[in-house]
């Protein structure tokens, strides 16, 4: 039986790259009195109005954990302010939305005192690392980050099919292993998954396969990068990337194993098949750049936040000379 092969690291990476970073919402950025060169920066997501600093604030209160040094957040803030400058020199404007707290959401959240406390740690941090950016070759570095990995972050050559990013490799996480939420089991029927992943499922040759649906037997990984994550996964006539099926699931990582219920097992050995699959997902998030777990272990070890970059984004540059305005303002104009 010919497998009916969908692969996509090279042609699909520009797909690929939008969907690692963004939610399908728009920021809008704009300068504050217009002509002036100090004026500055606000952002308006939806309803939500904020000046730059207090965006990025809000983003770091959303991503980091509770309790995260000083460094961690200097580090992240460097990661986001590179991100977002990269997609405004592309052209990309107005740039796709990554939400963010409010100083009243975060009081909300914490208590008046300890919302305001994060909220000045963050405004700090962004602050103190204000026209730090990343750059590769002379221009803005991609800066991807996620939660957790699965012990090792991802090569982008390996996730995405790309060699542009080599400074995007696999690094040693051990200390995610303990992370919150490091492990996922989740159970599907196959019913379901095959109705989640119809848009690229290829339909069955057998007339007969087509009207039984699929079994736990259909399922079979292929092959795994240097990392751990799913390259490729047999669902009965389609191969496809381990990162659709997480997108299409919404599956935490792209880490993953798949087995039979335990449930299921006697079922199985009966009839030769199991209707429901199990899947145990390993770290969160796509696994390329930035663990923020490791990164926060980091800055407790007493890393600065430059060695933290230099440790996920090395062969990059820490310039600390950007004018964010002047970024945007050039794409304003």
């Known amino acids: 039986m010919g497998f009916y092969a969908l692969r996509q690291k090279c042609r699909a990476f520009a797909s690929f790259f939008v969907i690692l970073l963004f939610l399908p919402y728009v920021v809008s950025v704009f300068a504050g009195g217009a002509g002036d060169e100090d004026s500055p920066l606000f952002v308006r997501v939806g309803e939500k109005e904020a000046d730059w600093t207090d965006f990025l604030?809000?983003?770091?209160?959303?991503?980091?954990?509770?309790?995260?040094?000083?460094?961690?957040?200097k580090a992240m803030a460097?990661?986001?302010?590179?991100?977002?400058?990269?997609q405004a020199a592309a052209g990309e404007y107005p740039l796709?939305?990554?939400?963010?707290?409010?100083?009243?959401?975060?009081?909300?959240?914490?208590?008046?005192?300890?919302?305001?406390?994060?909220?000045?740690?963050?405004?700090?941090?962004?602050?103190?690392?204000?026209?730090?950016?990343?750059?590769?070759n002379d221009a803005y570095a991609?800066?991807?980050?996620?939660?957790?990995?699965a012990g090792m972050t991802r090569s982008a050559q390996e996730a995405a099919g790309s060699s542009d990013f080599p400074y995007l490799g696999v690094r040693e996480c051990p200390l995610d292993k303990e992370a919150e939420g490091e492990i996922s089991v989740l159970t599907f029927s196959c019913a379901e998954v095959q109705r989640l992943c119809r848009d690229f499922l290829a339909a069955e040759e057998s007339g007969e396969a087509a009207e039984r649906g699929y079994s736990a037997a259909d399922f079979e990984i292929l092959s795994k990068d240097s990392a751990g994550y799913v390259q490729e996964l047999r669902i009965g006539n389609t191969i496809c990337t381990g990162?659709?099926?997480?997108?299409?699931?919404?599956?935490?990582?792209?880490?993953?194993?798949i087995t039979e219920p335990p449930e299921e097992?006697?079922?199985a050995e009966a009839s030769g098949s199991s209707r429901d699959i199990r899947i145990t997902t390993t770290?969160?998030?796509?696994?390329l750049g930035m663990s923020i777990w490791t990164a926060v272990k980091m800055a407790e070890e007493?890393?600065?936040?430059?060695?933290?970059?230099?440790?996920?984004?090395?062969?990059?540059?820490?310039?600390?000379d950007v004018r964010e305005a002047d970024v945007f303002r050039d794409q304003n104009s």
């Open 283 to 287: 770290g969160k998030g796509h696994g």
């Open 78 to 86: 460097v990661v986001l302010r590179t991100q977002f400058c990269r």
């Open 142 to 149: 991609w800066t991807p980050y996620h939660q957790s990995s």
């Open 96 to 136: 796709p939305e990554t939400d963010f707290m409010t100083l009243q959401d975060m009081r909300e959240k914490w208590g008046v005192s300890d919302g305001t406390a994060y909220y000045e740690k963050y405004a700090e941090a962004v602050e103190e690392t204000a026209g730090s950016v990343l750059m590769y």
């Open 57 to 73: 604030a809000g983003i770091l209160a959303l991503e980091l954990p509770e309790g995260s040094g000083d460094e961690a957040a």
């Open 302 to 320: 007493g890393q600065t936040y430059d060695g933290i970059l230099s440790f996920f984004f090395e062969g990059t540059e820490l310039r600390k």
């Open 265 to 267: 097992e006697e079922q």
């Open 243 to 257: 990162d659709q099926f997480r997108d299409a699931l919404g599956l935490p990582s792209s880490s993953f194993v």
